[in-house]
């Protein structure tokens, strides 16, 4: 099992920036990829961004530039610093960290709220 705790979710300005951490806890070394996910109101659940354990990231278009995520392992934490922050990244950041084998499987934190006003 694995479990995994968000936090530094709030509110803040348009253009201002926020960084959120997510510590994970269990059996991390079956765990091979760990990322950020969000979803707002009356939308659908969608990746922000993730990083595989070989440090590979990947981020969606919307907002490549703005967020970068990062990982500390000895902390076993993984960070999104999100800068240049919109109106439209208002949403439930949810944290995931992701099993490959022997099957895929998705781990969920309970999520931190983002609220960004214009």
């Known amino acids: 099992q694995v479990q995994l705790v968000e936090s530094g979710g709030g509110l803040v300005q348009a253009g201002g920036s926020l960084r959120l951490s997510c510590a994970a806890s269990g059996n991390m070394f079956r765990i091979n990829a760990m990322g950020w996910y969000r979803q707002a109101p009356g939308k659908q659940r969608e990746l922000v961004a993730g990083i595989i354990s070989g440090g590979s990231t990947n981020y969606a278009d919307s907002v490549k530039g703005r967020f970068t995520i990062s990982r500390d392992n000895a902390k076993n934490t993984v960070y999104l610093q999100m800068n240049s922050l919109k109106p439209e990244d208002t949403a439930v950041y949810y944290c995931?960290?992701?099993?490959?084998?022997?099957?895929?499987?998705?781990?969920w934190g309970q999520g931190t709220q983002v609220t960004v006003s214009s």
């Open positions: 995931n960290a992701q099993r490959w084998v022997p099957r895929e499987y998705d781990y």
